[in-house]
């Protein structure tokens, strides 16, 4: 869902019922049915009405065709399901199953935030198979098989002056293949801005397929040393590696709105619950980035159904009506949501279920600003 989407949904009244559970496992037909029938109860017993509990399991009977491990959000109101969607990978943190005026938003926003789009490569030097994958997402979001010549494609050992015509002519033959792909290549960078290239197979190929990018098209490349376009080839080093990449950006992305945040003494930014209220009641922000964890804590915020949409306490609410008492988490993300920032979350969660979570302390949300103060910024300067 698209974060106009997103807001559209915001807008509309309550209350809500909130689902962010495993998607469907291997299990036996009976348990899976026993884990749906235990959603909905616990739903009802959060104060669900019995049409959005039942809306809600009957949705998640509904494969969505994801492997598992995967991770359903679903929302529903009024006994409708107003979204459900799931993403590729294990749940981050526990289950939450709620009912309340407005609908939970972290668990969904945590996964759309980590949703990158990249593009998968799998080269030889008679071709490429082409993927522009957005991760989470469990499909291509487009896909291409470039085919080229395989006339004379094998170098020969003839010997004298034919042998190296054929090997000139071969050579010739992968350059011009490998330049057709990077054609390929150039036009999805272009059209989709992917934040990298994963690129695996044949040792030569990817090395013409290189060498016809651009700087700025190489500097994306990540460069996986595994033939995975050959019959029968193990993908698990690309996986890996697209893995890692991913990991990277995210982590580079959370380091680059913290430093944005902070440059010229801070003019651009706002940290704190303090500063990061006062940004979004301006509609200032640009980007929002909040700690996974202050679902953990217990401050709150007011939700307000007009703008300023989030307040401290009612004097803040500039004639807005109070929709409810929230976690301030959730109420700085709503916020966000309706006057079109971007929202980040930030987790460190254990994936393994039996695995330590580090202990730390809640970290401030932080915000990059629209334009900055104007009194800040000429100290600044």
């Known amino acids: 869902m698209s974060d106009r989407g997103l807001a559209d949904l915001l807008s509309r009244p309550g209350p809500w019922a909130s689902a962010y559970v495993d998607g469907p496992g291997v299990l036996p037909q009976v348990e899976e049915e026993a884990l749906r029938r235990s959603v909905r109860e616990r739903l009802e017993q959060a104060g669900a009405p019995e049409e959005d509990a039942a809306a809600i399991e009957a949705a998640l009977a509904t494969r969505n065709g994801l492997p598992s491990p995967s991770t359903r959000v679903v929302l529903a109101s009024g006994g409708r399901v107003e979204l459900d969607q799931g993403f590729v990978g294990a749940r981050v943190g526990p289950e939450r199953l709620d009912h309340a005026p407005v609908p939970t938003l972290l668990p969904l926003l945590r996964h759309l935030g980590a949703a990158i789009r990249y593009l998968v490569v799998e080269t030889s030097r008679d071709g490429a198979d082409i993927h522009l994958e957005t991760a989470g997402r469990g499909h291509s979001d487009a896909d291409a098989e470039i085919e080229g010549q395989t006339d004379d494609i094998t170098k020969v050992q003839a010997g004298g002056w034919s042998h190296a015509a054929y090997q000139r002519y071969a050579e010739n033959t992968w350059k011009s293949n490998q330049e057709e792909v990077a054609a390929e290549v150039s036009e999805l960078i272009r059209r989709h801005h992917p934040q990298f290239v994963a690129l695996s197979g044949d040792v030569r190929a990817r090395q013409l397929l290189t060498d016809a990018l651009t700087d700025t098209e190489r500097a994306l490349i990540v460069d996986v040393d595994a033939h995975t376009r050959a019959d029968g080839a193990d993908s698990a080093e690309l996986d890996s590696a697209i893995a890692r990449s991913l990991e990277e950006r995210e982590r580079s992305t959370v380091d680059e709105v913290r430093d944005r945040a902070a440059a010229d003494s801070g003019s651009g930014g706002a940290t704190g619950l303090e500063e990061v209220i006062a940004a979004l009641q301006q509609a200032r922000v640009e980007t929002l980035l909040l ?91």
């Open 291 to 381: 700690d996974g964890r202050m679902l953990d804590d217990e401050r709150t915020l007011l939700a307000l159904d007009a703008p300023p949409w989030v307040a401290g306490d009612e004097s803040e609410s500039l004639g807005a009506d109070v929709v409810a008492r929230v976690h301030a988490a959730e109420a700085l993300a709503r916020a966000a949501i309706l006057t079109d920032a971007r929202v980040l979350v930030e987790d460190d969660e254990p994936t393994a279920e039996d695995a330590p979570r580090e202990s730390r302390a809640v970290r401030d949300p932080v915000a990059v600003l629209r334009w900055a103060d104007d009194a800040e910024a000429s100290d600044a300067s």
